[in-house]
T-cell receptor, first 112, second 113 residues
């Protein structure tokens, strides 16, 4: 079963605009991670936020976590064509199970 | 260079055959994972291993088998019992049980012919 659910499933914006993707999950977590996947390739880790953190930044990426709502958001500012990819959130699933569980992903397209 | 390597990149299987996908890492990671990805979908967990000689079933283990005889290797066998094996398979590893950053291989695309 999927732990995380991303929203929207697909997002298309113009280069230079900001892109926001959301992730909701069902059970308590220790941390939440965001990954990027270019078509037909493996996933690349972007950022990890722990359950006691509310916001984290890395370059043009900003991640927020609201454990009361069991949700997270990934904001990419000043988007570039090279940001076109699928973005996935991942959580540690059922507490104690020690496995990384991914959502369905958001397919982001940046139009030049 | 340190990393995680999957082979082959493309694999074709006849119905009724077992095939084994290779996953090797030289990152000295304890934890390793196998995921299946269908077109336009997310990743579904097949098997995972937190330590040598131990592994657990994920959400879709039926029709698959694994072994973890060495820390650096976690091969996945797709058996003939897996009725719909055509998919993209991804292997990952992470340093420990605390589910820190996972490193992924480039994937193996398996097609049944």
């Amino acid at each position: 079963s999927q732990q995380g659910e991303e929203d929207p499933q697909a997002l298309s914006i113009q280069e230079g605009e900001n892109a926001t993707m959301n992730c909701s999950y069902k059970t308590s977590i220790n941390n939440l991670q965001w990954y990027r996947q270019n078509s037909g390739r493996g996933l690349v880790h972007l950022i990890l936020i722990r359950s006691n953190e509310r916001e984290k930044h890395s370059g043009r990426l900003r991640v927020t976590l609201d454990t009361s709502k069991k949700s997270s958001s990934l904001l990419i500012t000043a988007s570039r064509a090279a940001d076109t990819a699928s973005y996935f959130c991942a959580t540690d699933g059922i507490q104690g199970a020690q496995k990384l569980v991914f959502g369905q992903g958001t397919r982001l397209t940046i139009n030049p | 260079d340190g990393g995680i390597t999957q082979s082959p990149k493309y694999l074709f299987r006849k119905e009724g055959q077992n095939v084994t996908l290779s996953c090797e890492q030289n990152l000295n990671h304890d934890a390793m994972y196998w995921y299946r990805q269908d077109p336009g979908q997310g990743l579904r967990l097949i098997y995972y291993s937190q330590i040598v000689n131990d592994f657990q079933k994920g959400d879709i283990a039926e029709g698959y088998s694994v072994s973890r005889e060495k820390k650096e290797s976690f091969p996945l066998t797709v058996t003939s019992a897996q009725k719909n094996p055509t998919a993209f398979y991804l292997c990952a590893s992470s340093i420990d049980r605390d589910l820190s950053e996972a490193f992924f291989g480039q994937g193996t695309r398996l097609t049944v012919v």
